[in-house]
C-alpha cells in the first residue's frame, strides 16, 4: 500500500505535467512560475493551496527520510485534496453529457399562446427562439420579455393583447439583443463559467443562455442549454 507522501508526490506530479504540456513549459521553468501565469481556471481557483502543495513536495523530496520515514508526511486531508484538484484539471466535468437536453423551442412564425402554453406546462422561463426556416436561433425570450410585451400592447392599444400573433411580435420587447452564446459539446462546464463571467465583467450583466452544439456553431443542432444559475450552482457543488 503507498504511503500518503507517494499518493501525493504522484498526483503533485501529474498536475506539474499537465500544466508543462498546457503552457509548452520545459523542465527548467519554476512550479510556482507555472501556477502564476497559467489561466486555467482550476489553477487560478487553487493557486494559493497549489503553491503550498509546491513547498510540501520539495519538503518531502529534498529533506533525508530518518529510519526510512518522510519526515513531511502529508496529512490524509492534503491528499485527499491535491487528488481532487488533478481530478478537476485532468477530467474537467463536460458541458456534454451534463447539460444535455431535448431543447423545447419555437420559430418566429409560432404564436404567442404557443410559447405561454409551454410556459405553463414545462415550467421554463426562456426559450431559444429560431428563424423561420427552424435553421437557426435568432433570439432568446423569457417571461420578462412577455410581460414588457404584455404591458406595452396594453398600454398602447387601452386593451388586453391578442395572443394569436406571431412570437416574432415579442423581439421588441427583448431587453438585450442577441444575449446568448455557444459552446462545443467538447467544452467543459470550466469554460462555461469563464464565458458568463467575462460577460458580466465586460458588459455588467448575464448572459441569458449558452447553446450547446457539436462544434459550437450557430447553424448546428442544439444539443443542450446552461443557464448562469446551472453553472453557478453546478461550480459550487464542484468546490
Request: proline share 3%; aromatic share 8%.
Amino acid at each position: 500500500m503507498k504511503s500518503n507522501s507517494d499518493v501525493f508526490l504522484d498526483a503533485y506530479n501529474e498536475i506539474d505535467h499537465d500544466l508543462r504540456v498546457r503552457s509548452g513549459a520545459n523542465k527548467y521553468v519554476p512550479y510556482s512560475k507555472l501556477i502564476n501565469d497559467s489561466d486555467n481556471k482550476i489553477v487560478r481557483l487553487h493557486s494559493e493551496k497549489l503553491r503550498s502543495y509546491g513547498d510540501l513536495r520539495n519538503a518531502i523530496v529534498h529533506n533525508p527520510k530518518k529510519d526510512n520515514l518522510v519526515i513531511a508526511e502529508p496529512h490524509p486531508e492534503v491528499v485527499e485534496d491535491i487528488e481532487k484538484i488533478k481530478d478537476q484539471l485532468l477530467n474537467p466535468v463536460k458541458v456534454i453529457p451534463k447539460f444535455g437536453i431535448k431543447v423545447k423551442h419555437l420559430n418566429l412564425n409560432d404564436k404567442v399562446y404557443d410559447l405561454l402554453k409551454l410556459i405553463a406546462d414545462h415550467d421554463i422561463s426562456q426559450f431559444p427562439i429560431f428563424n423561420a426556416e427552424d435553421t437557426e436561433v435568432v433570439e432568446i425570450v423569457n417571461t420578462n420579455t412577455v410581460s414588457r410585451w404584455l404591458s406595452n400592447v396594453q398600454s398602447d392599444q387601452g386593451h388586453l393583447a391578442e395572443l394569436d400573433v406571431p412570437i416574432e411580435s415579442l423581439l421588441v420587447a427583448i431587453e438585450v439583443k442577441e444575449n446568448f452564446r455557444y459552446l462545443s459539446k467538447t467544452s467543459n462546464v470550466y469554460d462555461a463559467y469563464d464565458l458568463f463571467m467575462k460577460n458580466v465583467q465586460s458588459k455588467g450583466y448575464n448572459l441569458d443562455l449558452i447553446l450547446i452544439t457539436e462544434n459550437g456553431k450557430r447553424a448546428e443542432s442544439i444539443l443542450g442549454v446552461i443557464t448562469f444559475q446551472d453553472i453557478i450552482k453546478l461550480v459550487n457543488e464542484i468546490f
